[in-house]
Nanobody
């Protein structure tokens, strides 16, 4: 059975940092890509960052480039999203999701993901 569990959210002042974790079970990163998505109140869910199978490539939306870093630890079957220089507009519930694919590129964020975590709240105060 597949599970994705996010953790690491919280409350931080603008300019601060948080590291989100996505612990996966029931599959491996050998043939799955992982995406991080977020949804702010009253807004549609948007893709933020993705890492392709085996961590071969990583992509970010423009608004987080240079501030967020996605990485994976295959031994722990965990994907991380390091978020630095946080802004109030980063406030949202963050979700990780997995999809079985060997595709790559920013277009990974447009695919229909198979599995989703429960989300973790990130709140950035001004």
């Amino acid at each position: 059975e597949v599970h994705l569990v996010e953790s690491g959210g919280g409350f931080v002042q603008a300019g601060g940092s948080l590291r989100l974790s996505c612990a996966a079970s029931g599959f491996t990163f050998d043939d799955h890509a992982i995406g991080w998505f977020r949804q702010a109140p009253g807004k549609e869910r948007e893709g933020v960052s993705c890492i392709s199978f085996r961590g071969l490539d990583r992509h970010y939306i423009d608004s987080v480039k240079g501030r967020f870093t996605i990485s994976s630890d295959n031994a722990k079957n965990t994907v991380y999203l390091q978020m630095d220089s946080l802004k109030p507009e980063d406030t949202a519930v963050y979700y990780c999701a997995a999809i079985k694919t060997e595709e790559s590129g920013i277009e990974l964020l447009l695919l229909n993901y198979d599995y989703w975590g429960q989300g973790t709240q990130v709140t950035v105060s001004s």
